[in-house]
Antibody, heavy 124, light 110 residues
Framework: QVTLRESGPALVKPTQTLTLTCTFS??????????MSWIRQPPGKALEWLAR???????YYSTSLKTRLTISKDTSKNQVVLTMTNMDPVDTATYYC????????????????WGQGTLVTVSS | QSALTQPASVSGSPGQSITISCTGT?????????VSWYQQYPGKAPKLMIS???NRPSGVSNRFSGSKSGNTASLTISGLQAEDEADYYC??????????FGGGTKLTVL
C-alpha cells in the first residue's frame, strides 16, 4: 500500500526558507524508474507543479521558481525534501507530495499517488 | 509556461453527460499524449481519473473517459451522479520537461 505524508512548518515568515519533508511507504525511490514531485495549491486556486526528482537523482524544476527551489532525497529514510527560499505571502498554499510512475509508454507523465497535503501560511 | 485553459464551471443533471475541455499549446497538449485529469473534493487531495489522454486507472468508473484533438483535450463524464460534483483539473507534460495544470473546472450536479 502506497502512502505519502508531508510534514513541515504551518507558518513561516516572509524572506524565510521553507523546508518540507515527504515520508513515503509502499515503494522505493531507489527503484529504477521511480520519480516523485511536489505540487502546490494556493487557497481557492489551481494546482501548480514545482519540482521532480528521479531514482537516479536527476532533478527538474518549475521554470518560474527554479532559482528558489531545491529538491533532494534520502532513500534510506524513504524521504523527499523540498526547500523554497525567500518565502512570500503569495507562496501561501497547500503543498502536496506525489508519486510519478513509469507509464506503459515508458515515460513519466502523471501523478498516481498524492499525500494529504500540508498547508503553509506565509505571514509576519 | 502558461496554464492550460479550462472552463471555470460546468453543470448537468443526474444521468446526463458533460464534457470539460482543456486547451493548451503545441508545446504541451498538442505535442504529447501526456494529458491527465484529476478530481478534487473540497479539502481533499486530488485523485487521478485519466492518464495519458484516455487511460483509466483501476478503480475509476468507466463513466469517465478522455480524448484529445490537436491542442485541446477533453474529459467526458457520462451518466452524471451526485458524487461527481467536484473540481476537475487537467495537466500536461511539456516540452520543457515540466508539467502545467489547467485552472480547474467546478462541476455542479443540478
Amino acid at each position: 500500500q502506497v502512502t505519502l505524508r508531508e510534514s513541515g512548518p504551518a507558518l513561516v515568515k516572509p524572506t524565510q526558507t521553507l523546508t518540507l519533508t515527504c515520508t513515503f511507504s509502499g515503494f522505493s525511490l531507489s527503484t529504477s524508474g521511480m520519480c516523485m514531485s511536489w505540487i502546490r495549491q494556493p487557497p481557492g486556486k489551481a494546482l501548480e507543479w514545482l519540482a521532480r526528482i528521479d531514482w537516479d537523482d536527476d532533478k527538474y524544476y518549475s521554470t518560474s521558481l527554479k532559482t528558489r527551489l531545491t529538491i533532494s532525497k534520502d532513500t534510506s529514510k524513504n524521504q523527499v525534501v523540498l526547500t523554497m527560499t525567500n518565502m512570500d505571502p503569495v507562496d501561501t498554499a497547500t503543498y502536496y507530495c506525489v508519486r510519478i510512475p513509469r507509464s506503459g509508454s515508458g515515460s513519466y507523465t502523471y501523478f498516481d499517488y498524492w499525500g494529504q497535503g500540508t498547508l503553509v501560511t506565509v505571514s509576519s | 509556461q502558461s496554464a492550460l485553459t479550462q472552463p471555470a464551471s460546468v453543470s448537468g443533471s443526474p444521468g446526463q453527460s458533460i464534457t470539460i475541455s482543456c486547451t493548451g499549446t503545441s508545446s504541451d497538449v498538442g505535442r504529447y499524449n501526456y494529458v491527465s485529469w484529476y478530481q478534487q473534493y473540497p479539502g481533499k487531495a486530488p485523485k487521478l481519473m485519466i492518464s495519458e489522454v484516455s487511460n483509466r486507472p483501476s478503480g475509476v468508473s468507466n463513466r469517465f473517459s478522455g480524448s484529445k484533438s490537436g491542442n485541446t483535450a477533453s474529459l467526458t463524464i457520462s451518466g452524471l451522479q451526485a458524487e461527481d460534483e467536484a473540481d476537475y483539473y487537467c495537466s500536461s507534460y511539456t516540452s520543457s520537461s515540466t508539467w502545467v495544470f489547467g485552472g480547474g473546472t467546478k462541476l455542479t450536479v443540478l
